[in-house]
């Protein structure tokens, strides 16, 4: 590319400001900075966040020494520290703020793991990596961040080896959401839409009828999103949904029974 996207710059400078790491740091808990998984309204963000990790790893295949992971809008790097940590793989973290990725190779260093992890200053829409490169590829609340998700779902397919899985989270609108009460978060992030169930449903479709992969979509996302400025950006029901083994369903599970509650056909 020869020029950065409206929305990446926009993510970079929001993530790379003062405000933001501090943020993420003192209140989100400096290790993972995306939605987490509750168990009570009670739990600290920390626990909740680094259990959406372990979740989203129980649903790939083995991981072990000599897997490759990429993270794509790896944040602080969280995640690829509990993957090569807990299973010995290797991570590449691609993410936009270089702020982020100083704090991270920092925390790399501290936990003896620069061997396993290394850092690409990038985005997700070109990624700067060769094809068929990695076993895996992990994003977290990231890809909502792009102006174009489906250049970010190609990028995904060229890095992935065949038979690769794909696994990710992301905020998503749903069908019937008043367009007034999604505004407010559109304009912090500097887009004209958030991804969808059906958007992900129809892009992984299409993805699978293109070349053989495995794809495994965790997401977190709203049920409703209320019309009120106040509540519009809390989400008030969490939801997972994944990619099942045979490929013919996504399901959408409440994470918080563990009870299915939406499936759809692809």
């Known amino acids: 590319m020869t020029g950065k996207p409206e929305a990446v710059v926009k993510a970079q400078e929001y993530y790379d400001s003062s405000p933001a790491i501090a943020f993420y740091k003192n209140v989100w808990g400096g290790e993972d900075i995306h939605v987490g998984l509750y168990r009570s309204n009670e739990e600290e963000i920390g626990t909740a966040s680094r259990r959406t990790v372990a979740n989203m790893a129980q649903r790939l295949s083995p991981l072990a020494p000599g897997k490759r992971v990429i993270d ?52 997700f829409e070109d990624v700067p990596q060769c094809a068929e490169s990695f076993d895996v590829v992990w994003s977290q609340d990231a890809i909502l961040h792009s102006a174009d998700r489906e250049a970010v779902l190609d990028e995904v397919q060229r890095l992935l080896k065949p038979n690769g899985e794909f696994i990710f989270t992301d905020p998503m609108q749903s069908k019937n959401c008043p367009p007034d009460a999604l505004q407010p978060i559109l304009d912090r992030i500097h887009l004209e839409t958030l991804g969808s169930f059906d958007f992900y449903n129809d892009a992984l479709r299409n993805a699978i009828l293109r070349k053989s992969r ?14 009120s400025v106040k509540s519009c950006a809390t989400i008030t029901k969490k939801f997972a949904t994944y990619r099942e083994p045979n490929m ?17 056909d692809i």
């Open 214 to 227: 495995r794809l495994i979509g965790l997401m977190i996302c709203a049920r409703t999103i209320c019309a």
């Open 72 to 123: 794509l809008g790896a944040g602080f790097g969280g995640s690829a520290r509990y993957l090569a940590s807990n299973f010995g793989c290797h991570v590449t973290c691609v993410n936009v703020s270089e702020a982020q990725n100083l704090l991270n190779h920092e925390m790399n260093e501290e936990g003896s793991l620069l061997d396993l992890i290394n850092i690409v200053h990038g985005n």
């Open 248 to 264: 013919s369903r996504i399901c959408c599970v409440d994470s918080i029974t563990g009870s299915t509650v939406r499936t759809m």
